[in-house]
């Protein structure tokens, strides 16, 4: 018999170079969507809890007259505004009956976002902020944190006569939902807003990653806003017709990096934010939205001063 030899065949090293560069690739293909999947539970946990929120919001309305809490007063803001109506009473009377701070606030599930790692089981967690219309909030360059100029409420002028009068109080208010109380006005209702630009149109809620907690008075950590100086208007069409928009670190996830408070949505979820809208409802709202479309977005009577109606498919 003759013997035969045999020979082991194995990768040549451009083989496993070949391998190597294929796994890498599928990795690089795969891991995106595990990791969109790991968020997307959290995501929805968030909307769900928004919405909670938002209810609790539209039956505060409902047993008010349709008048929306104020952003804040001097004795409480809107989070303990809702308490009765989070199913929290006990926490409604202590706080009624105590002195309250900070660093008492307990930790409240349906004010968190599982994704707002700051607030996500944290005393006083607070992930959500309700739409505070236009006003005058400079920012700080060298950390990128909003100042509120003033007091921002409805005391707005409009007309550059120096003077605030009724009108220019009736035109910030419809700028945005929830305001300080005013000594001319009545607070917003529902029943305005639908026949103005309509709830459907009109942001209520938004997440925030630089919001609360939830025991604040501090408007930048409980509101989102627009600076107004970041707005060109068109005043021959109306006080409210804004013709160029730059919202820079206003804009959804424009200040989401700084390190101070910055009163504008943003949040852990890729690329976009979750909202709640004054009819209830809950989407989502993309990054690049066109900013003259969201702004518009935030006046619940824009188009009873020179705004253009937003349409569906524009966001």
Not at 16 to 34: D, Y
Not at 38 to 50: E, I, K, T
Not at 239 to 258: H, Q, R, T, W, Y
């Amino acid at each position: 018999m003759s013997a035969r030899s045999h020979r082991r065949e194995g990768f040549t090293w451009i083989e496993l170079v070949i391998v190597l560069f294929v796994i890498a690739v599928l990795v690089a293909l795969v891991l995106p969507a595990v990791q969109s999947d790991r968020r997307r539970p959290s995501r929805f946990q968030c909307l769900n809890n928004m919405r909670y929120v938002g209810l609790a919001t539209l039956n505060y309305a409902s047993s008010n007259s349709g008048i929306l809490p104020f952003v804040e007063d001097e004795s409480k803001n809107w989070p303990v505004s809702l308490m009765r109506f989070l199913d929290q009473p006990a926490l409604a009377r202590d706080i009624e009956t105590a002195d309250w701070s900070d660093e008492k606030a307990p930790y409240l599930q349906v004010f968190a976002c599982p994704d707002d790692t700051d607030s996500w089981q944290a005393p006083g967690g607070l992930s959500y902020v309700v739409n505070g219309g236009y006003g005058f909030f400079p920012v700080d360059q060298q950390s990128g944190e909003t100042v509120e100029r003033g007091r921002h409420s409805l005391a707005q002028g409009w007309d550059g006569d120096g003077e605030v009068s009724e009108q220019d109080r009736e035109i910030t208010q419809a700028t945005g939902v929830f305001w300080r109380p005013d000594d001319v006005l009545s607070p917003l209702t529902l029943d305005e807003i639908g026949v103005g630009d309509g709830t459907g149109n009109t942001l209520m809620l938004s997440e925030n990653l630089h919001a609360g907690p939830w025991t604040t008075h501090d408007i930048r950590g409980l509101a989102f806003v627009v600076d107004r100086n970041r707005l060109k208007f068109d005043e021959s069409a109306g006080a409210l017709a804004v013709a160029e928009a730059d919202l820079g670190p206003f804009a959804i996830n424009g200040g989401k990096e700084s390190n101070g408070l910055v009163p504008a949505p943003s949040s852990n979820h890729q690329g976009s934010v979750n909202v709640i809208w004054a009819d209830g409802r809950g989407t989502t709202l993309s990054e690049d939205i066109d900013p003259l479309v969201y702004v518009r977005l935030l006046t619940p009577g824009g188009s009873l001063y020179g705004e253009q109606p937003v349409d569906d498919p524009m966001y």
